[in-house]
């Protein structure tokens, strides 16, 4: 299986009048971390560069997170941190929504996983309402896992409302297509929080 990364195959999807779409399978282009840019973009005669980075640890969980993103339906946004995806949300029509549903993803799946620990039991299951509260402050504090990951885009961010959605949980890199118009408040955003953001200069959509 190794000899076919990288290489496209003949893509066959069936329809429901019974036709049949052929075409080549979807290949992300990003694979190493020199395939990546740092944020850069001009503005109003401007420009705006991101300040840092990554290091060695947050480029492995942006190409890790990069190589999933390619296989998730479109529009999505992830949360990927120690190679892990942490948090998905897919199928949405805009980045925010997106992106707050892959964060409250991860809460509520840090959230079954402590109370599984702690009493063999879901988290949907727990009836004592004390030892939900106890497991919520937990997670909360936590920030669901997200603090330290990886946000990865699918699609580029219109506005920087998006990207504020993963600072606002903590997160400390993001990798995105770039080309909106709207870059420069994405990069300020970051380098306001001391975070990193490359692109890949590649949609990876998947409807």
Wanted: proline share 2%; net charge negative.
């Amino acid at each position: 299986l190794q000899s076919f990364v990288g290489k496209r195959v003949v893509d066959f999807k069936s329809l429901i009048d019974g036709g049949i779409i052929v075409q080549w399978s979807f290949v992300p282009v990003s694979r190493s971390k020199q395939d990546l840019k740092s944020a850069q973009c001009d503005y109003k005669g401007k420009t705006y560069k991101i300040n840092r980075e990554p290091t060695d640890h947050e480029y492995e969980d942006l190409l890790f997170g990069w190589l999933v993103e390619s296989g998730i339906t479109s529009n999505s946004v992830i949360y990927v941190k120690d190679q892990v995806t942490v948090g998905i949300g897919t199928g949405e029509q805009d980045r925010v929504g997106v992106a707050e549903i892959a964060r409250d993803k991860a809460y509520r799946k840090l959230a079954d996983r402590y109370c599984f620990e702690a009493y063999k039991t879901p988290y949907n299951d727990l009836k004592d309402s004390d030892k939900k509260a106890e497991i919520d402050a937990r997670v909360a504090k936590e920030k669901g896992g997200l603090i330290g990951s990886a946000m990865v885009s699918d699609a580029f961010f219109p506005f920087r409302d998006g990207v504020d959605v993963g600072l606002r949980e903590g997160i400390s890199a993001v990798i995105q297509p770039g080309g909106s118009d709207n870059d420069y408040s994405s990069i300020d955003a970051c380098n306001e929080a001391n975070v990193t953001m490359v692109y890949t200069g590649q949609r990876s959509f998947r409807h």
